[in-house]
C-alpha cells in the first residue's frame, strides 16, 4: 500500500501530462470515453474529497486559533486576492466567456492539499498548512457560489443557490464524513490511510481526462481561442506564488511564510474540474482552462521550490 501511494506521489505530474495528453489525442477521433465519465463527475467528485478527508483530523481546525494572523492571510489570499488576479487576467486577456468563466473558477477554489506537502520539503510551519486547507475546504460550499456569481459575468451564468447544493453533495458532505469518520479510520483502517490521497489524486485525473476529451471537437472547430486560453492560464501561479512570498516577508517569518505562500499558489483544482463538468455541463470549455491550470500549477510549484531552495 506504502509503495503504491509513494509511487503515485513520486510520478503524479507525469500521471497527469499523461492522462490530458491521452485525453487530447483520444479527442481527435471520439469525445465517447470523456462524455461517458462525465456522467460520473459528481459521484467520482465526491469520492476524490471523500478520499482526502479521511486523511484530516479535527485537531487541524483546532490549529486556526492557534496562529489568527496567518490563517487570516490565507483565507485572504484564497478567497479575495487569487479570484481578483483571475477575474482580471479573464477580463483583460481571455475574449470568450466560457474561458473566463474557468479561469476565474481557477482562483476562487480552495487550497490544495498538495501545499502541505511542499510546505514539509521546504521545512515550513506543516501545522499552520494543514489548518488553512481544512478551513478553505470548510468555507468553499459557502463562498464559492456568491464568488462566481460576483465575479463571473457575461453569457455564462449558473444558479448560486444551485451551485451551493452541488457543492453541499461534492464537497461539504464528504467533507464533514470524511472528518467524522477519521477516528474509527485510526482504529480500524490504519494501514489504508496512506494510499488515500493517492486515491482521490487518481480519481481527479479522471475527471481532467474527461474534460480534455469533450473539449477537443471544440477546440478544433475554434482555433481562434488558443490565444486567450494559454496566456491567462500561464500567469495565474507565477502571481499566486510570488506577490504572497514577498508580502509575506513584512508579515511572517521564513515557516509562517512558507506556508502561507502555498497555501495561495496550490489551488485544489480537481474540485473546480468536477464543478466545471457538473454545474456548466452547457458550457463545456469552462473546464478546460481549469485542466491546463492543473498542468501549469504543478510545474510552477516545482519551479518555485527550486528557486527557494538554491536562496
Known amino acids: 500500500m506504502n509503495q503504491f501511494a509513494e509511487y503515485i506521489r513520486k510520478h503524479y505530474p507525469t500521471i497527469i501530462l499523461v492522462s490530458v495528453g491521452l485525453g487530447l489525442f483520444l479527442g481527435l477521433f471520439t469525445s465517447a470515453p470523456g462524455k461517458a465519465l462525465q456522467r460520473y463527475s459528481q459521484v467520482l467528485t465526491f ?31 484564497n478567497f479575495i486576492f487569487m479570484p481578483l488576479v483571475c477575474w482580471e487576467l479573464a477580463r483583460v486577456l481571455a475574449g470568450d466567456s466560457d474561458l473566463a468563466t474557468g479561469i476565474i473558477l481557477v482562483g476562487v477554489v480552495p487550497c490544495a492539499g498538495m501545499a502541505a506537502v511542499w510546505t514539509a520539503l521546504l521545512k515550513g510551519d506543516v501545522p499552520l498548512g494543514m489548518a488553512i486547507n481544512a478551513l478553505t475546504m470548510l468555507l468553499a460550499p459557502f463562498l464559492i457560489p456568491p464568488l462566481m456569481s460576483l465575479l463571473a459575468s457575461g453569457g455564462v451564468q449558473v444558479n448560486p443557490w444551485v451551485m451551493f447544493q452541488k457543492l453541499t453533495i461534492i464537497l461539504l458532505i464528504p467533507l464533514l464524513l470524511g472528518v467524522a469518520l477519521r477516528s474509527v479510520a485510526d482504529r480500524f483502517w490504519q494501514p489504508y490511510l496512506p494510499v488515500l490521497p493517492a486515491l482521490s489524486a487518481l480519481t481527479a485525473v479522471l475527471l481532467m481526462f474527461a474534460t480534455c476529451n469533450v473539449n477537443i471537437p471544440l477546440i478544433l472547430a475554434r482555433w481562434v481561442i488558443v490565444p486567450a486560453l494559454l496566456l491567462p492560464v500561464a500567469l495565474i501561479f507565477p502571481i499566486g506564488f510570488l506577490v504572497p512570498h514577498w508580502l509575506g516577508r513584512y508579515a511572517f517569518g521564513y515557516e509562517q511564510r512558507i506556508a502561507v505562500t502555498f497555501s495561495s499558489g496550490m489551488k485544489n483544482l480537481p474540485i473546480a474540474v468536477g464543478l466545471a463538468l457538473s454545474s456548466y455541463k452547457t458550457h463545456p470549455l469552462v473546464g478546460l482552462p481549469v485542466a491546463l491550470a492543473f498542468i501549469w500549477q504543478m510545474l510552477t510549484a516545482g519551479m518555485f521550490y527550486r528557486f527557494l531552495r538554491k536562496s
Open 47 to 77: 469520492l476524490m474529497i471523500l478520499f482526502i478527508s479521511l486523511t484530516i483530523t479535527p485537531r487541524q481546525f483546532l490549529l486556526v486559533s492557534k496562529q489568527p494572523g496567518a490563517v487570516l492571510a490565507g483565507m485572504a489570499l
